[in-house]
């Protein structure tokens, strides 16, 4: 689908190969509306061994925002979040965390910065206690008082896992898997929180909690790259989205002019 031919009012689309990662690139550690951005890709590539899969990705995430990255299978949503991560290093091109170059940051030093990931399928320790994998999320912060402040901010915030803290993490429910991810994730008092998939296995229902929960997070002063299937929730949820195909940013925009473009209704949304 040609979304890079699309796009309306206030919303910046990209041609299929305008974010070469030779072409040159913008300024983007000054973000798009000229504060500083906490976050930022210029010409990002990365893959697996000789398998490329981002293709020049260009992007720019301000502190406090809420920003969705969208597409469809296999268009590079978790690898884009993997190479933030420090997983796979980035081949080309620029990728910045507060304008320091995350490139040179080893994989084991990107939480430090105030990066947490919160992985496709959650990840948590099944055999551990609810309480157990929260405390591995503060694996960093050396003082018990400041553990134990965060583990009352993510108990206070997540009641239903103060609830179940002496369970073990195998036990609980899909759902309640996901807020513990999420739980363990805002253990290490994050500056940037990136969810790769929260959604994936839940009942609506369970999933518009957890969406809510993301939007308090986001509200007390988190800013969230977050990667969704689920259009629908991703464009409700987040202020602003980037649209991921075959490695590229083909379309980025607020999500309300997203939601209103007739290309990504058809192709994403179904409508
Ligand atoms: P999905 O929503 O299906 O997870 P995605 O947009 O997150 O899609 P990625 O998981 O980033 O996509 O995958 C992008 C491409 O990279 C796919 O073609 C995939 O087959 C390939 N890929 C993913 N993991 C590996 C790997 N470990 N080795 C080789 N190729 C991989």
Not at 34 to 45: E, K, M
Not at 101 to 106: E, K, M, N
């Amino acid at each position: 689908m040609p979304v890079g031919e699309v796009g309306g009012e206030g919303m910046a689309s990209r041609p299929a190969g305008s974010a070469a990662p030779d072409a040159p690139s913008r300024d983007l550690d000054s973000g798009d509306q000229g504060s500083a951005a906490l976050l930022s890709a210029s010409g990002l590539c990365s893959g697996y061994g000789r398998v490329t899969v981002l293709r020049g990705v260009d992007l720019a995430v301000r502190t406090g925002e809420f920003v969705a990255v969208i597409g469809a299978n296999g268009a590079g949503k978790t690898t884009l979040l993997r190479t933030i991560s420090g997983i796979l290093r980035p081949s080309a091109g620029r990728l910045a965390f507060e304008g320091r170059d995350l490139a040179r940051v080893p994989a084991h030093r990107i939480p430090a910065l105030g990066i947490a990931h919160v992985p496709e399928g959650r990840q948590i320790f099944p055999q551990l206690s609810v309480r157990e994998n929260l405390l591995l999320g503060a694996y960093l912060h050396r003082d018990r008082g400041h553990r134990e402040a965060r583990m009352a901010f993510v108990l206070d915030l997540f009641p239903r896992l103060h609830e179940r803290l002496r369970q073990a993490g195998g036990t609980l429910s899909g759902g309640e898997q996901q807020m513990l991810a999420v739980g363990r994730a805002l253990m290490l008092e994050p500056r940037l929180l990136m969810l790769d998939e929260p959604s994936q296995g839940l009942a609506p229902r369970v999933a518009g909690e957890l969406y809510e929960k993301l939007r308090e997070i986001h509200t007390l002063g988190t800013t969230i790259v977050l990667v969704e299937q689920n259009i629908t929730a991703a464009l409700r949820h987040a202020d602003r989205a980037y649209v991921l195909e075959h490695g590229r940013v083909v379309l980025e925009g607020s999500t309300a002019e997203l939601e209103g473009n007739d290309e990504i209704r058809r192709a994403y949304l179904g409508v």
